[in-house]
């Protein structure tokens, strides 16, 4: 059915378009260019008055997984949404079930969120969990870095080549869009009763750093061909002084593509006489100086909330400040994980210093299409907490307002009170849907061009942010209305977005043999068949193209993509 959106102002950063009164032509759910002279449309909305976008995208979202359930079960009283769901969907009477996140995405005009931490081990329960959260696109980022048989690859003196096919096989196996490195080497150190570790630290056993296994993943993502660049949880998080520990891995990456995740939490420096500073005009600086680095930012918002993470070292040793006073750590193969509550509040040094760091690495970065905007949710604070933080990227005011309510001290030495810059309904187009759809690669999301998935967002401009983008007044999935005037009209399935490089079957053999002898489950039953995951979850799993890879892999870095 050929439908016309007509008398918005349309923001549309792939085309330029900033803020122009035009039709938009929606044909078989993707945008379709306007008809033939004489041609007329089977339904014509009239959005006069109103703002029009693609749907917004979150790169880094933790939705689903072991650590997400845990966090449910851990603290039931935290989840206090159910009353709004919609009777009789799946899952309606659970604690801020799937059903719910999908439809809080959606109210704000959020149509494709990304899980950014898949174990290996756990991705049939991640993709379970993913199947049932309904109406927006879905993809999982693989965990890579401290699983066992890598760093046996890499102390055994294994070529690029054969770790490329490792990392293949993986993205396969796990049916995922890209590779997340946490804390490189972290994990498995760690095992070994190591309680820090440093960028050039080895693991113990391995003899490999934590430089070496970075580089080695980055390589393999590159020599893919992946478009979505490696996903980096650097070392140090949360430790004053930790900007330095950024700063070394973005020259570590050596001109070729990385994407940096909640920067805001290893933007920290240790000077002043409490021993915690603010690091990101040193971290942007760099940021600003290396096109190949992205990053998303992970903003700390006041309240309660829940840490959520892979980092099994950073979350162990923050079990002494959990609030309310209970947690959960835990190891696995390939990896493990750590649920700890916590309040972040805003009369607190530490607190109100973070919460700044995060805006001023927003202000202070100068390409709107190498930030992205997070809350790490739950880390930072719950993703249904992002219009606040809309309001505070554009509106200096609201922010000068905050700054008479956080801990003074932090206050003076924030770099806040000096930043006048206030984000464009331009440029957040740019950071919440044409940029994330680029890095991640999806050709077809992020803007309003002829082919593209009709994916669309309505807003009411306002003069407060916060209330613009709370609730939109039309949001489209693939051209059909799910919410009108901020309710839920229907729960349609989302596709699950994956890539699929090809890799040399070889190394199925020693993979089945490691298999065979290490792990708790035979090979063939730890890769997610793509049967299962369209007949039994009943997914519509798109595999997304991959350009063709560059020449065969050595170990020496390939040249950096544009």
Sequence with gaps: MLTRLTGARVYDPVNGIRGEVRDVWIDGGRICAPPREGASAARTLDLSGKVLMAGAIDIHSHIAGGNVNTARVLLPEQHIAEQRRLAGSALSGAKWS????GCRYAE????TVVEPAVLPLGAGQAHAELADIPIIDKAGLAILGNDDFLLRLLRDGAEQAQVNDYVAWTLHATRCLGIKVINAGGAAAFKANVRSFGLDDEVPMYGVSSRRILQVLQRAVVQLGLLHPLHVHCNNLGVPGNVATALDTIEAADGLPMHLAHVQFYGYGDAGDGGF?????????????????SVDVGQVLFGQTVTISGDVMRQFDARGIANPKKWVVWEAEDGGGGVVPFRYRQRNFVNALQ????????????DPWRVFF???HPNGAPFTAYPELFRLLMDRDYRAQWLTRINPAAADVTLLRHLEREYSL????????????????????GHLSPGAVADIAVYTEREDKAAMFRRADLVLKDGRAVVEDGRILCLPRGRTHAVAPSFDAAIERPLGAYFDRYHLV?????????GHMTETLGMDLAIEPTPDAPP???DAPPPATP
């Design 522 to 530: 035979r090979m063939e039953h730890f890769a997610l068949r793509a």
């Design 355 to 366: 919460w700044a760091i995060g805006l001023e690495i927003f202000l202070l970065t100068d």
């Design 108 to 111: 704000m005009g959020f149509t």
């Design 277 to 293: 500073s603010s690091g990101a005009a040193r971290l942007t600086e760099a940021v600003n100086r290396h096109p190949n680095i």
């Design 552 to 554: 065969p892999a050595t």
């Design 98 to 101: 799937a059903t719910e996140t």
């Design 426 to 445: 331009y440029e957040i187009a740019i950071m919440t849907r044409a940029a994330p759809a680029r890095l991640l690669g999806l050709a077809d999301k």
């Design 374 to 376: 997070t809350t790490d």
